[in-house]
């Protein structure tokens, strides 16, 4: 049986479906979780897709955290499940509290399209257990609010306890120490600017993101095991 | 200016004076403000050289019922900490009045 993999849908996201297909592709069965539901029906891992969560109102994922969905994902992730939020998602999981720090806007000021090489930090996470640390992956950028910032008992907590997890190896847009992307004390919640699910495929032009998104699912399987 | 008497809040049962907030959100310092920046380049242009420091932030505006003015700006002062504002990129200032 497959694992399932539950896509939160806010007004305005606009990935959910490359998640979907990217993940299927690997064998991963993948249901939206509409943002209105206080529920995530029992999935084995949680994506937060990019896009645009409440038009990006007052601050990116700054309301998208009081859906109530959000509550359902909060508990999971405080139980171990695999929560990974992508570019938007990952401002979101920030809003929320589940990652620290935040997103402020570019350096050079300029929304970022292009595809970025990662230095993968760590693999103790639920987006990077099969990759080997050094890995470098191309993978697509889409943001304008991607440079990661916060205070320096925050970063010094995320070196000590390992945390940067994946890093850019030329940074695009003023990130601080090169954070593409971080992850929570346990590994369960990661947050990245960078887009797994653009790279799934050599037809995009590349297929690094594979390893992250088969990452997710072994994640997904040892959750699905455990529980049962 | 205080209103006592009025009611601005559906569900108040006790009637209490409304204050009227103005919040003040900036980036705190070293945080990218890139409408600012471009307005700051786009000033000379018009002839206006002599301008620096340009920084657009954002006003909100809220009325509020509470019993004082001091507990309707502890009361916004909380609403800033969890919501308004983003304390690890921003700054507010409260205006009670």
């Known amino acids: 049986m497959s694992v399932r993999v539950g896509v939160v849908i806010f007004p305005g996201t606009n990935c959910e479906l490359d998640v979907q297909h990217a993940l299927e592709q690997f064998g991963g069965h993948t249901e939206v979780l509409w943002h209105g539901e206080d529920t995530i029906r029992g999935v084995d891992a949680v994506v937060v897709p990019g896009g645009f969560a409440h038009g990006d109102y007052l601050r990116t994922g700054a309301i998208a955290r009081f859906s109530p969905v959000m509550h359902a994902v909060g508990e999971f992730a405080r139980s171990g499940g695999p929560v990974v939020g992508i570019c938007n998602g990952f401002q979101v999981l920030c809003e929320a509290h589940l990652l620290p720090g935040a997103l402020q806007k570019n350096a050079g000021l300029k929304f970022l399209c292009e595809t970025a090489e990662l230095r993968v930090e760590t693999t103790t996470t639920a987006l990077t257990n099969l990759a080997q640390v050094g890995d470098v992956l191309r993978i697509p950028i889409n943001h304008f609010e991607g440079n990661y910032v916060c205070d320096e008992r925050t970063l010094t907590e995320l070196h000590a306890e390992n945390r940067v997890v994946v890093r850019y190896t030329d940074n695009p847009n003023g990130s601080l120490d090169d954070i593409a992307g971080i992850c929570n004390a346990e590994g369960n919640v990661v947050g990245l600017m960078p887009h797994p699910e653009r790279a799934s495929d050599d037809l995009l032009g590349s297929s690094d993101g594979v390893v992250l998104l088969k990452s997710l699912l072994a994640a997904a399987t040892s959750r699905a095991t455990l529980l049962v | ?97």
């Not at chain 2, 006790?14 to 890139?34: K, Q, R, S, W, Y």
């Not at chain 2, 954002?58 to 009361?75: F, G, H, M």
């Open chain 2, 1 to 97: 200016m205080r209103t006592p008497g009025r009611r601005a809040a559906v569900g108040s049962i006790v009637t209490m004076p409304v204050f009227n907030a103005h919040v003040e959100v900036t980036h705190l310092p070293g945080i990218a403000d890139p409408a600012g920046a471009t307005v700051e380049r786009a000033l000379p242009a018009l002839g206006y050289t002599n301008v620096a420091q340009v920084h657009i932030g954002k006003t909100i505006r809220l009325a509020v019922d509470a019993p004082d003015a001091e507990s309707a700006r502890a009361q916004v002062n909380e609403m800033c900490e969890r919501l308004l504002a983003n304390p690890v990129i921003e700054a507010y200032e409260v205006v009670i009045s």
